[in-house]
């Protein structure tokens, strides 16, 4: 299924390329020259290629095991996709797609027999089939997708205390459904990740997430970002747990004042609701309070966050009744937010994460961003520590950014916008 998948792609891909009529490359009579006119105002076909390269070298050596392991991550992902666009009228179009994720793990090559799942046809990891629909109703801007698409497509800045920086190069798909509606001072997003139908030895499982900002003066912004993770029972075992991460934030947004790319204070209070029903029906409360601080200029930036609070992770090591760890299965987010590592869970700590980068502007549809990030912790009744390091290089070219620009609003300060999600 696979082989006959991508070769439909990329044959499509590259007819469409070459400025052949699909309908002579298949051998299908042409449309009369009218219909074909009015047709072509409507329907046409269109194609999209992306790229990523993630290299991520992890060192935790001064707390190895105790939060994360060292190691490298080293991905390549290309992601060629055709379909259909539809325009209904000015305000309103349509888009279904069909594309498959081809990974490549650097250095994993077979060696072995036990290895031969390895081979090339085996880099072809997930589908990606979606529609999309997009509706301008005056300054309000509304775009929908449903089925399997792309995680690039979220728009709201969810933090690692969400989302690992890990996760989002291995999960890089949503299976489920997003709506996002942008205004000129402000955003809303609403989104289901259904992540596993229940089965033998597998959970049922699915997340709602939502992400919101509205500029209330040129400066400063308010808004809100909200996870609701639903870990359910397999066939064979399990009770339901619940996690709920909620994250109301204010931000002050300085560059433009200044003069600069970036200058930004972003001052959170994180709060979960989780409960283990194994346990009961009470639920756990971790919360503490976050300040993030990102300043960028000429293409160099500093991004620094500071959490301080218990740990948000109570239940990382404790088993399900199946004998299963919840570990990362429960929980997606940087796993150093679990703060203790040897005092209780409601122990107050601190957890620092400095990140010291390169961006500079390739062109509209191509990205770049070199970066070291240092970590830093300490629990409760013990010394501010040094926790590890990464050393972190992401190269994006993004297709679609050529074919359909969207229309940047300049400013004094030329700032430039990248949609690097830092995993």
Known sequence: MKKITITIVLSVLAVTAS????????????????????????????????????????EFAPTEGQFTNSGTIFNALLTPSVGLDVNADKKLSHRIMLGIDIVKRMGESPVTAAQQRLENWDLLRELTLYYRIKGNAGKTILTGYAGIFPRRFVQGDYGEAFFSDSLRIVDRNIEGALLTIRRPKSVYEFGCDWMGMIGSMRRERFMLFTYGESRLTPWFSMGWTLT???YACANEYGQVADNILAEPFVKFSLGEIASMQELTAKLSFLGGLQRLRQDGDAFTVPYGGQLRLSLRN???????TTYAGTGLMPFYNRT?????????N?????????????NAWNSFGWYDRLEVFYQPRLCDFASLRISAVFH????????????????????????????????????KTKTTTYDFQSL
């Open 19 to 58: 400025g052949q009529s699909l309908f002579d490359f298949f051998g299908f009579p042409q449309p009369q020259a009218k219909e074909q006119r009015k047709d072509e105002k409507k329907v046409k076909f269109t194609y999209d290629a992306y790229f990523q390269l993630d290299f991520d070298n992890r």
């Open 228 to 230: 609701g993770y639903h």
């Open 298 to 304: 000429w293409d160099v930036g500093i991004d620094n």
């Open 320 to 328: 399900d009744d199946g004998g299963f760890k919840y570990g990362s």
């Open 330 to 342: 429960f929980y997606w987010g940087n796993p150093l937010y679990r703060i203790n590592s040897s």
């Open 376 to 411: 830093f912790g300490g629990e409760s009744g013990a010394a501010f520590r040094y926790a590890g390091s990464q050393q972190k290089l992401s190269l994006v070219f993004d297709l679609d950014k050529l074919l359909h620009p969207s229309p940047v609003k300049k400013t």
